[in-house]
C-alpha cells in the first residue's frame, strides 16, 4: 500500500527555519514525482513545490524561491522540503502528494493537478508567529 506521512512542522518565529519530512511507503517506479502543497485556514490548497524522483528536477512556486528548498533521499523514501525565512504567511497545513501520472512535467501545474493527485499525506501544522 502506498502511504505518505509528514513530519516537521511546529511553531516558529517569523525569520525562523523549518525542515518538513515525507516519509514514502510503497512507491513503486510508477510514482515520478512528489509534491509539496500548503492550505491555510479558510483558503484553497497551494502548490509549494515539487521534485522528480529520477534526476532531481526541482520547482518551486514564486512566494518560496529563494526562501524554500525540496531535495529527495532516495536511500531513505524520504522528501524534505527546508524552509528559511519564514514569514506569517507560511502558516498553513502542509502536505505531500503523488500520483502515478507519467513524468514529473506534472509539478509545474500544481494548482491544476492537485485535484488528480491520487496519494496523499495526512498533513502537518506550521504555525509562523511571534
Known amino acids: 500500500q502506498v502511504q505518505l506521512v509528514e513530519s516537521g512542522g511546529g511553531l516558529v518565529q517569523p525569520g525562523g527555519s523549518l525542515r518538513l519530512s515525507c516519509a514514502t511507503f510503497?512507491?513503486?517506479?510508477?510514482?515520478?514525482?512528489i509534491a509539496w502543497f500548503h492550505q491555510a485556514p479558510g483558503k484553497e490548497r497551494e502548490g509549494v513545490s515539487c521534485?522528480?524522483?529520477?534526476?532531481?528536477?526541482?520547482y518551486y512556486t514564486d512566494s518560496v524561491k529563494g526562501r524554500f528548498t525540496i531535495s529527495r533521499d532516495n536511500a531513505k523514501n524520504t522528501v524534505y522540503l527546508q524552509m528559511n525565512s519564514l514569514q506569517t504567511e507560511d502558516t498553513a497545513v502542509y502536505y505531500c502528494?503523488?500520483?502515478?501520472?507519467?513524468?514529473?512535467?506534472?509539478?509545474?501545474?500544481?494548482?491544476?493537478?492537485?485535484?488528480?493527485?491520487?496519494?496523499w499525506g495526512q498533513g502537518t501544522l506550521v504555525t509562523v508567529s511571534s
Open positions: 510503497g512507491l513503486t517506479s510508477d510514482y515520478h514525482a
Open positions: 521534485i522528480s524522483r529520477s534526476d532531481g528536477t526541482t
Open positions: 502528494a503523488t500520483d502515478r501520472m507519467y513524468g514529473s512535467a506534472w509539478c509545474e501545474s500544481l494548482d491544476v493537478v492537485h485535484k488528480y493527485l491520487d496519494v
